[in-house]
Nanobody, 121 residues
Framework: QVQLVESGGGLVQPGGSLRLSCVAS????????MGWYRQAPGKQRELVAT???????NYADSVKGRFTISRDIAKNTVYLQMNSLKPEDTAVYYC???????????????WGQGTQVTVSS
């Protein structure tokens, strides 16, 4: 049993900042890559940022230079620092992680429930 729980979402004015957190809990052997996705109303879910076990990061062009993804391996936690927020950043943000729960099976991807981020005056 694996759970991903996000926190840190909310309402912020344009130009403001938010920091999202996602904690993995339950029984598992290892966590591989972790990342953040978002889905705005009427749009498909899109990749925001990912980070590997070695700390290699990848960002969508739309957030590059404004968002920073990081992780604390000891705490099974991934973060997303969002600065210079724009109205178009408004979306539900989902945590995603590739996790191995048993040596008999290949690792699979798990999703959090999502947290709402609204950027508005």
């Amino acid at each position: 049993q694996v759970q991903l729980v996000e926190s840190g979402g909310g309402l912020v004015q344009p130009g403001g900042s938010l920091r999202l957190s996602c904690v993995a809990s339950g029984s598992f052997l290892s966590i591989n890559a972790m990342g953040w996705y978002r889905q705005a109303p009427g749009k498909q879910r899109e990749l925001v940022a990912t980070i590997s076990t070695d700390g290699i990061t990848n960002y969508a062009d739309s957030v590059k230079g404004r968002f920073t993804i990081s992780r604390d391996i000891a705490k099974n936690t991934v973060y997303l620092q969002m600065n210079s927020l724009k109205p178009e950043d408004t979306a539900v943000y989902y945590c995603n992680s590739n996790i191995r729960v048993d040596w008999l099976y290949s690792p699979r991807y798990y999703w959090g429930q999502g947290t709402q981020v609204t950027v508005s005056s």
